[in-house]
């Protein structure tokens, strides 16, 4: 039941997106979502289109993983559009009761509509060919300049993969709490919101402590193998730029070249 | 009267990249009253097949029978069924969550909705079963030792008063003694109250001297359903799925092998040294004789 939560869930397949390096495609990715918001016109949004259907036929992950992570924003999304639509002044279009659709407000709601869309599809598209453990990996060496300003690069790195990898031990771990309770009769869905909100107890409570314990054991495994932070500590597998990642750059390039000659020669 | 799975089969994250056929056409009985030992390599379907046995996961295919209903009919009654048969998972003392212990082991009979005079009869009974003293029942879990807790919580367990008790893995990560003892008392409750038993291990020591039948599983399918001895004649491939027979089959076969006429069928270490015993017993009488 748990089980089929999907956030940031790693698709295995082998396919270039998924051997390029972290950085790359964070990089790619912050340019793409940038892109969408930079270059407001149709014609510029065709060009996205292509750009992200070639990454996705690219990613060899079958499209319908990629929609799944919609679902969670469909109500969100549904409110953005809605309110765009009646709320925006401008020249009315069609009169329902006392809200009016305008002409700027349907542009505006079906611009909203496509950004979101593609924002969550262009970073499901990350997370579905990156491993949680690379991408921090990639963040990590991303931003070691910012060491120079003491920033902790290294720890908040180290403190994001764990909380990473320990999100599927917990989830399995609330599944495994969850069936133990029902087998002693526990009821986790009927109820109104208090009787809910009791029944979650037996899960919790357990749940809290095992948290705790495997924290707790984690911290002594790591001392235990001589971790002392990121001072000196080197990598088993390094992360260096390869041939594809320039080819990647490079594509980014165009493509945003592209976005940008789309907007300002087609210009609607 | 019976818990009966026909045809039964079950996959994991159907659909995506993770799939995992984790049972194929298994067809069990348990009948009434038998103490049954289910066994397997880790990840060949064990705990996943007895999560079927009270409805927990729910059959890809195939169909579970309690006392002869369909398990998975639309009104069948799910949580009456679970407290019927009662699952005691592995490590069971990581679900404690209660102030102190006799409250937690109250937590099943009060979701039967039981009124409280019964709930605490129970949970006093229960506690009583698995042999915890009543200096622990107002302790906290988490002061008591590894052992007790898992007392506990088996008494948790029976405090709904099972028809049928199925434990998992019920003396993992236990010290000899404190396996020997909860092993004991389980047969104990078997033998007097008559209560359904079926123990999941992947020791055939600890099997072997508790079951009347053993169910080894392997790679999601049954290999083998029958008494013990019959099943331990099997020992080569049981070790080719990475199970062995108790050692004392072992020192028969080996025995047997050297022309000594002893029981092939010792399961035990008791049993095997009667047999011995008794071999030698006749030796003797036939020299004087």
């Known amino acids: 039941m748990i089980r089929d939560i999907t956030i940031g869930q790693y698709y295995p397949a082998d396919s270039v997106i998924h051997r390029l390096d972290p950085r790359t495609k964070l990089v790619g990715t912050l340019a793409f979502i940038l892109s969408l918001f930079l270059f407001r016109s149709y014609a510029a949004y065709l060009v996205a289109t292509v750009f992200l259907a070639g990454v996705i036929r690219a990613s060899k992950v079958p499209f319908k993983f990629m929609v799944r992570g919609m679902k969670a924003i469909v109500f969100l999304l549904l409110i953005t559009v809605v309110f765009n639509m009646f709320l925006t002044p401008g020249e009315p279009l069609v009169r329902i009761w006392k809200l009016t659709v305008t002409r700027e407000g349907l542009e505006l709601a079906i611009f909203m509509a496509i950004r979101l869309t593609y924002l969550i599809i262009g970073s499901s598209v990350m997370t579905l060919t990156t491993t949680p453990n690379q991408l921090t990996d990639g963040m990590e060496k991303g931003l070691r300049p910012l060491n120079k300003l003491h920033v902790p690069v290294h720890e908040m790195a180290m403190i994001m993969s764990i909380a990473l990898r320990f999100i599927p031990i917990l989830l399995e771990e609330t599944d495994k709490i969850m069936k133990a309770q029902m087998a002693r009769g526990a009821d986790f869905e009927s109820g109104g919101v208090i009787k809910k909100a009791k029944s979650m107890v037996p899960l919790l409570v357990p749940l809290f402590i095992s948290a705790f314990r495997r924290a707790n054991d984690l911290a002594m495994a790591m001392e235990a193998r001589g971790y002392h932070g990121g001072e000196g500590r080197t990598k088993m597998k390094p992360l260096h730029y390869q041939k594809r990642d320039r080819a990647a750059y490079l594509t980014l390039v165009v493509y945003l070249l592209a976005m940008y000659g789309a907007k300002r020669i087609a210009g609607f | ?289």
């Open chain 2, 1 to 289: 009267m019976s818990i009966k799975l026909e045809h039964v089969n079950y996959i994991y994250s159907p659909g995506t990249a993770y799939e995992k056929q984790a049972l194929t056409d298994i067809c069990l009985e348990f009948p009434d009253g038998q103490f049954a030992g289910i066994i397997g390599h880790t990840g060949s379907g064990k705990s996943t097949l007895i999560q079927h046995l009270n409805g927990l996961v729910r059959a890809t295919s195939g169909t579970v029978y309690y006392n002869g209903e369909d398990i998975y009919r639309e009104d069948y009654p799910m949580k009456d069924l679970r407290s019927r048969v009662g699952l005691v998972f592995q490590y069971p003392e990581y679900q404690l969550f209660e102030v102190d212990v006799f409250s937690d082991v109250c937590f099943g009979p009060k979701n039967l909705g039981l009124p409280k005079e019964e709930v605490e009869k129970r949970a006093y009974h229960a506690l009583q079963q698995v042999g915890l003293k009543e200096k622990y029942f107002k302790k906290s879990p988490f002061e008591l030792s590894g052992g007790q807790k898992r007392r506990a919580a088996i008494a948790g367990i029976l405090a709904m008063q099972p028809e049928v008790l199925i434990l998992d893995e019920p003396t993992a990560g236990l010290d000899p003694k404190g396996r020997d003892d909860i092993l004991d008392q389980i047969q104990l409750l078997h033998r007097e109250q008559g209560i359904t038993v079926v123990l999941v291990s992947h020791s055939m020591e600890d099997i072997a001297r508790y079951v009347e039948r053993i169910v080894v599983m392997d790679k999601g399918r049954v290999r083998f359903n029958d008494r013990p001895e019959k099943v331990f004649e099997h020992y080569r491939e049981l070790e080719q799925i990475g199970l062995a027979a108790p050692q004392v089959t072992y020192v028969m076969q080996a025995l047997r092998e050297r022309g000594m006429d002893v029981d092939i069928h010792a399961a035990t270490v008791e049993g095997a040294a009667a047999s011995i015993r008794s071999y030698f017993g006749n030796f003797e009488k036939r020299r004087e004789g």
